[in-house]
């Protein structure tokens, strides 16, 4: 906690200062007086807003403003009518996350404009400056000249520095971001999802992003002209981007801002921008790791749809159920239960029953062995992106599930079309993006339904994570970016990179069901292009790098066999943290994580490269002072490379302290995985 | 003319043979046989096409369809219902153009669709396949379900080969297409801007276009999914892609395909698929070459605002008149002669009178020392995109041109926020993308308006050309490229494959006024980082190479006189063509044409190349056999380089005739320009 009396000086000067600019600029602060946005209005009334940090302009002068398909909007001939301000110094809990305690500290500036000439039209734009970024949101209050509005276009633009390199996806098909990062100038970014993360000439690391997407369309940053994005919301099925009825806000558009690369992976920003939760007890909403019948529908061991290959057999998930209980795994997922997989469902979801079981697959006995077993079957909902569907099993879906004691449910919009089905009571089938209004309400009825029967949902293909997990901590996980599904065998391998980028990129959103731990690397053989292009300690390294509640052990059950020593990290490692922190990193290069485990004294680190080895020095000071750990350290070998030598590691044991600095050797496409011990505590055992 | 008896032959072979294979694929090839399309619905009724190339693939299965808002689509649960086949060999005429004779030759397949479940829906798939390419089109009927339907995607999808390689733009901002050409494996093609032309692994060449492109919305080419491309209608303000009445039918959307790059420059498929000129006689359509106020401004000499340095004065027009008519030029274009430039007119386009000049600016003064000296003034329409303010005005504007005796009006659409501007009747302004419905009916508004004044209009930042001007012969030329004024002093200028690019992707689509003839390449000086990425004889080789028919000689008057040897070649280059030839060229590397001359024998060639410097050979057989030739050859010099050394050129006179191969010296960002005469009339000259 901040010192208080400290903070309320700070405070008050603070205002004081703000007292004095505000006649002229409008202009708020953040508490390190570092970051500044600037709001005003030109000759014309348009309002435009600024951001500079230190002596970097950051966001040049750019607009402000929405507009509506028959009504004014509020983008010109606007006056500023009433300016607000305020701080707030405070820490709040996650139930489960990366970090217990979220400090939430900012200055605040409500500007309230009202037209200047033509219909009377009111709106506000609040605005919250962290030492960590901006975030900034329009408020649209009642008001005379509409209630219900159809936004057509948000006009919120991003002037940036013109001499940046950007890390992004494509915004082709709004759908599923299922893309590999792209590395280029900032020019070369046409249309791209977000989160995009930039570095700029001075190495300042901003990226773009929004926070509590909710009753809304999420924007893809789109470079209308040189330099200048704009936010380029994802539309309805009936073209209009947002359908609104005052009073309203719309999501938070935010800017993390760091002075290097690593700053931004320890942001709290968009967690800080969402609304509390509002599920009150979530004790059963529970973190872990689990095992599943998925790969090998991947690798073509196992169908997914009914026969000879099938899956989800009652015997072949008692045999993983028995496998997660030797191992102390938590859950137990099975896809291909439910009838429905034996047609084309990749592009037609209505063929799926959420409460019917394949013939060989007893559910009932299944999820009572589970649980016999001390393992939670975990349930599986894939749509195929036919909402409705879906929504029309939903209630009996869960009440399913429910009666059965599954607390967690993995959900699935693959669309191959590239859209959701939504039928009308016409019967006329529309076709809705993953990420615009209709989807972002979808999953918010899914996350209420699941709520109310004490399930927590694990999407893929999701909309993008926006934080909302503060609000509905039973948003537990999802998927939303290039998975290790695509180191299977119908899809050209993730590159080495392509891990550190999610890092810096799709990560800054929220957690990522990214599935790691394959051990069977070379599962196709050598040759085959079919590969998962990592040493086996990068995969260890990635159950710390990439934050998940809950963690795949993707593999086979019996590939875990051949490394048991490594294997060890996999069962050992949690996934629910008293606290982390982002050591070191470059964006798409390398990033090493250090974060204690929850309710224990335990330290874990994992770091990463790309395609390069490196050596990468690691000061050991988040180690409690004064204490000494005993540090199983999972290591590349000298000779290991993803190419060549991906199974050459070394486990060691060595006494670290707080003062210790850690020399860790990375190979190419390789990592490292440390559980910290504090020395007492493991001699014990 | 092709030999009618044999084409008679073929054509009966022909169908005999098509009605052999429409019971199992409904197939319909080009009249040489090589390209075949094929049209077939799967087992959900969805409709299909594929498109082969010899042994090549070079679409494979992709979707057709419509969807609709309200209504259902045709794009699922159709059936076939009708085969119609058809084919044409037919020659007709261009007023003008890049040549006279244009043979449209085609076998043609439509197939009629219904409904097979859901309510009743009708609607055609048209194909016509020529030896150049295709082009297909849906049309939609009159039926009993709906008459009014507002488009909400077009399903359009072209499934391409993954490995090849890609010229294009990004198709941000939907507006202006002024963009660097970027040159990338196909797979970092997002979002695209039409043409979008590819070189497949095999080496055959592709574009990817639209033809006839009215009262509907211009497509972008999105890739969906890796290497699947769908039509991205550019939306309505109303978020609505289209909205259409029964019968409609929408634009073409063709592929030209051909074995090498210079096939495709050769192709007429875009103008044979537009419907014949609705003007009737449009002799009064007249191209030529014109000399203008306007590259001053975009140096800073002058302005287009009132003021000292006001370019649009009543001398400084009788000064470029002179200029003309000394020179033998057609037209004098005027910029900032009328009210309304002193403002921020870039991104607020009702300050302009389309009626009232400025003080300093005689207008009828003008006009008649114009015709006076046997030049025309061109007249000038900057909109700044604020259509209602323009079409307020126009009838008048238009008015007040014919009684000036003005044949030409170059519009401006600059729109700086990126959109147009129509205000409703409710004073509200709505903001319509360049290429959206509602700008491609103004601009057919514009056409049918000045028709009727006989005065032609050529289009700056308007939508992309799609050969309408068969139909409208008044639509004489248009920008819709990174033009000439990026070599100004406001952008990074234009690098030297820029020009070699825009013939190989804009031009496909029609005629640009490029503006070439700068011969002040270093305007501002060598070090200032602003000038002409060229060597003078590369200006020279634009006015064959970029085809309009209205061409600039851009540069200030008297910068002409440094090189008088130089700009002969630009007084006696024509700007209307009985034929062209492209002969050679690499997409962005290099391209010749040859071109020869309307009511004339003379032949004309240009080649430019990129930064590299190049020797290449050109058979001159295109020249009449048995004929002696005058080649004045306009060539960079040995040291020539646009860097280093753009002004040293040779002129040189040679006899040749068809059976000589020229050998030509290209320097980096050079180019050659070459007239040749009959020897017989080069004497007499």
Known sequence: MPDANNYKITALLFAALMLACSASAMEVVSPDGRIVFAVNLDADGKPHYSISYGVETVIAESRLGIRFKDHAGVEESMREVAVERRSSDSVWQQPWGERRDVRDHYNELMVKFASAVGPERHFALRVRVHDDGIGFRYEVPEQSYYDEVDIVDELTEFD????????????????????????????????????????????????????????????????????????????????????????????????????????????????????????????????????????????????????????????NAERYIDFAAENGFDGVLVEGWNTGWDGSWFDNGSVFSFTEPYADFDLQAVSDYARKNGVRLIGHHETSGHVSNYESQMSAAYDLYESLGIRQVKTGYVADGGQMQRVDANGVTHYEWHDAQFAVNHFERVLTEAARR????????????????????????????????????????????????????????????????????????????????????????????????????????ENYGRYPDAFEFIVHVPTDWEESIALTGGVGDYVAFARKERDGDDWYLGAITDEEPRAISIPLDFLDAGRDYVATIYRDGDNADWKTSPYDYVIEERQLDHSTSLELLLAAGGGAAIRFRPAEKAEQQ
Chains 1, 2 share one sequence.
């Open 454 to 557: 004490k399930i927590s949902i694990n999407t893929h293909e999701p909309v993008k994570a926006t934080g909302l997990r503060r609000t509905y901590p039973n948003w537990i996980s999802r998927e939303g970016a290039r998975g290790q599904e695509y180191n299977a065998t119908w899809a050209k391998p993730n590159p080495p990179e392509h891990n550190v980028l999610l890092a810096f990129t799709r990560l800054l959103g929220g957690p990522m069901d990214f599935t790691p731990g394959i051990f069977d690397l070379l599962h196709q053989g050598p040759d085959s292009g079919f590969r998962v292009q990592s040493t086996l300690m990068h995969q260890l390294a990635l159950y710390v790098v990439l934050y998940s509640p809950v963690q795949m052990a993707a593999d086979l059950p």
């Open 160 to 315: 940036l520095p013109r001499a940046a390199t950007a890390w992004w996806i494509p915004g082709r098909g709004w759908n599923r971001y299922e893309e590999l990062y792209r590395t280029t100038p900032i020019d070369d970014v046409s249309l791209a999802h977000t989160p995009v993360t930039l570095r700029l000439a001075s190495g300042t690391h901003i990226s773009l992003h929004e926070a509590a997407l909710i009753d809304y369309s999420g924007y893809m940053l789109d470079q209308r002209r040189p330099g200048v994005f704009q936010t380029n919301l994802a539309p309805r099925s009936d073209g209009v981007r947002v359908k609104a009825r005052t009073p309203f806000v719309t999501p938070w558009r935010t800017i993390q801002i760091s002075p290097d690369a690593v700053g931004l992976l320890n942001s709290n920003l968009i967690l800080n921008l969402n609304e509390p939760n509002v599920l009150g007890d979530v004790s059963w909403v529970e973190p872990g790791k689990y095992v599943g019948i998925w790969w090998a529908m991947h690798l073509g061991i196992n169908t997914w749809g009914s026969g000879a290959k099938h899956g989800a057999t009652t015997a």
